[in-house]
């Protein structure tokens, strides 16, 4: 027999050996299947305990498109109830997966719940597991959006605000030109491009202010605070503001009370509280500040006489740029920034800033912080009054 038959023999025999070892494999495996339903059912070994551990949502589906195991916050979230896969979309997905073995990935907003309106954005994986499985895996990247619809919103309002005063300040700018033969028309344009630039400048200054302390949720090397000299502090810084509306600021602190944290930021938290009480109290009324310990929290508070918040509007006064009346803000100089920096400082100090109005009955913020410690302060004496070189 010539060499070339020969080879082409052996390479037919060596195909048909292949193909019936291929054939006798597939049978034994659907023989296995038929004898033992359950097979198709058996997700394959370490599967389960990696779901157990799982921090996002895995879920393993098999030939009917049934739950056959899941990760705990698969149920959590509601993806997963009384052993099937609830949203439509991902069932339909890891159905075309099971038919064709394409791993999918996609970007759904998905309901949080059977009832009510809540969403989630999340980001899906479906991909084959085996021979009768499909696993979804399911990352919430809800929080992650809301940040960047956040930091959107938040340059799109700098760049609208900023317009406002550098628009009005090129404005007045050409007023001076055409009114140069003017004195009196120069000097109250002039004027008035005083105060757009003033307000310019707190803007600018105020978004620096909430930058920092969105970039730095923690006070670096906190000191021991007197609250009582914070409160003077604040309300010197607005004596102007007072003074030239006749308004009477009262301050009283019932006893010692101090926290650990930055000075400067908390003087910037309580004179913000302050100067929105003067800027929106009518002439010859009253603020109240005060401060008191109650337990382990130190409860700073802002009352004023002015026209009062309405319930709607009280959940959303301490975002940035939120103005309950926007032309008044404007010409009381208001930025928009004010509560927001007050509601950062306060979180950056483990504290917090709420809210008491009613509309005609003036309004009251509350700023809570954690009271430094009785016992460190006792320390201290103890250490002072037992030491004979003192």
Same mark, same amino acid.
């Given at each position: 027999?010539?060499?070339?038959?020969?080879?082409?023999?052996?390479?037919?025999?060596?195909?048909?050996?292949?193909?019936?070892?291929?054939?006798?494999?597939?049978?034994?495996?659907?023989?296995?299947?038929?004898?033992?339903?359950?097979?198709?059912?058996?997700?394959?070994?370490?599967?389960?305990?990696?779901?157990?551990?799982?921090?996002?949502?895995?879920?393993?589906?098999?030939?009917?498109?049934?739950?056959?195991?899941?990760?705990?916050?698969?149920?959590?979230?509601?993806?997963?109830?009384?052993?099937?896969?609830?949203?439509?979309?991902?069932?339909?997905?890891?159905?075309?997966?099971?038919?064709?073995?394409?791993?999918?990935?996609?970007?759904?907003?998905?309901?949080?719940?059977?009832?009510?309106?809540?969403?989630?954005?999340?980001?899906?994986?479906?991909?084959?597991?085996?021979?009768?499985?499909?696993?979804?895996?399911?990352?919430?990247?809800?929080?992650?959006?809301?940040?960047?619809?956040?930091?959107?919103?938040? @340059?799109?309002?700098?760049?609208?605000? #900023?317009? =406002?005063? !550098? +628009?009005?300040?090129?404005?007045? $700018?050409? %007023?001076?030109?055409?009114?140069?033969?003017?004195?009196?028309?120069?000097?109250?344009?002039?004027?008035?491009?005083?105060?757009?630039?003033?307000?310019?400048?707190?803007?600018?200054?105020?978004?620096?202010?909430?930058?920092?302390?969105?970039?730095?949720?923690?006070?670096?090397?906190?000191?021991?605070?007197?609250?009582?000299?914070?409160?003077?502090?604040?309300?010197?810084?607005?004596?102007?503001?007072?003074?030239?509306?006749?308004?009477?600021?009262?301050?009283?602190?019932?006893?010692?009370?101090? @926290?650990?944290?930055?000075?400067?930021? #908390?003087? =910037?938290? !309580? +004179?913000?509280?302050?100067?929105? $009480?003067? %800027?929106?109290?009518?002439?010859?009324?009253?603020?109240?500040?005060?401060?008191?310990?109650?337990?382990?929290?130190?409860?700073?508070?802002?009352?004023?006489?002015?026209?009062?918040?309405?319930?709607?509007?009280?959940?959303?006064?301490?975002?940035?740029?939120?103005?309950?009346?926007?032309?008044?803000?404007?010409?009381?100089?208001?930025?928009?920034?004010?509560?927001?920096?007050?509601?950062?400082?306060?979180?950056?100090?483990?504290?917090?800033?709420?809210?008491?109005?009613?509309?005609?009955?003036?309004?009251?913020?509350?700023?809570?912080?954690?009271?430094?410690?009785?016992?460190?302060?006792?320390?201290?004496?103890?250490?002072?009054?037992?030491?004979?070189?003192?």
């Amino acid at each position: 027999m010539e060499p070339t038959v020969a080879a082409v023999l052996g390479v037919v025999a060596g195909l048909g050996v292949a193909l019936l070892a291929i054939a006798a494999i597939w049978l034994s495996d659907r023989g296995q299947d038929e004898d033992d339903p359950g097979t198709s059912r058996r997700i394959p070994d370490g599967v389960a305990d990696v779901l157990a551990v799982l921090r996002s949502s895995g879920i393993v589906l098999d030939s009917d498109g049934t739950v056959v195991n899941n990760s705990p916050p698969a149920v959590a979230y509601g993806l997963v109830r009384r052993g099937q896969l609830v949203p439509e979309e991902l069932r339909d997905l890891a159905r075309r997966t099971r038919e064709d073995g394409v791993i999918r990935e996609v970007e759904l907003d998905l309901p949080r719940g059977p009832v009510g309106r809540g969403m989630v954005n999340v980001r899906a994986r479906i991909a084959p597991l085996g021979a009768h499985h499909v696993l979804v895996l399911v990352e919430d990247h809800t929080q992650a959006k809301r940040v960047e619809a956040t930091r959107r919103d938040f @340059v799109a309002n700098v760049s609208h605000e #900023l317009k =406002t005063p !550098v +628009g009005g300040i090129s404005l007045l $700018a050409e %007023a001076v030109l055409d009114a140069k033969d003017d004195p009196e028309a120069v000097s109250r344009f002039a004027a008035r491009m005083k105060i757009e630039s003033e307000r310019l400048v707190k803007l600018v200054q105020e978004i620096v202010d909430l930058s920092r302390l969105q970039a730095n949720e923690n006070v670096g090397e906190p000191e021991l605070v007197d609250i009582e000299a914070v409160i003077r502090e604040a309300v010197d810084h607005q004596n102007v503001a007072s003074t030239a509306k006749d308004i009477d600021v009262r301050d009283r602190v019932e006893g010692e009370v101090h @926290v650990y944290g930055d000075r400067n930021l #908390l003087v =910037t938290a !309580v +004179g913000n509280l302050v100067g929105n $009480a003067i %800027a929106y109290s009518g002439e010859g009324t009253r603020v109240g500040v005060g401060a008191r310990r109650t337990e382990d929290v130190i409860e700073i508070s802002v009352t004023d006489q002015g026209p009062g918040i309405a319930a709607e509007e009280q959940e959303r006064i301490f975002e940035r740029f939120y103005r309950v009346d926007g032309a008044r803000s404007r010409s009381t100089g208001g930025t928009g920034l004010g509560l927001s920096i007050v509601k950062h400082i306060c979180a950056n100090h483990g504290g917090d800033v709420s809210v008491w109005s009613e509309e005609g009955h003036g309004s009251t913020f509350t700023i809570r912080l954690p009271a430094a410690p009785d016992r460190v302060e006792h320390t201290e004496d103890i250490t002072a009054q037992g030491d004979p070189n003192r």
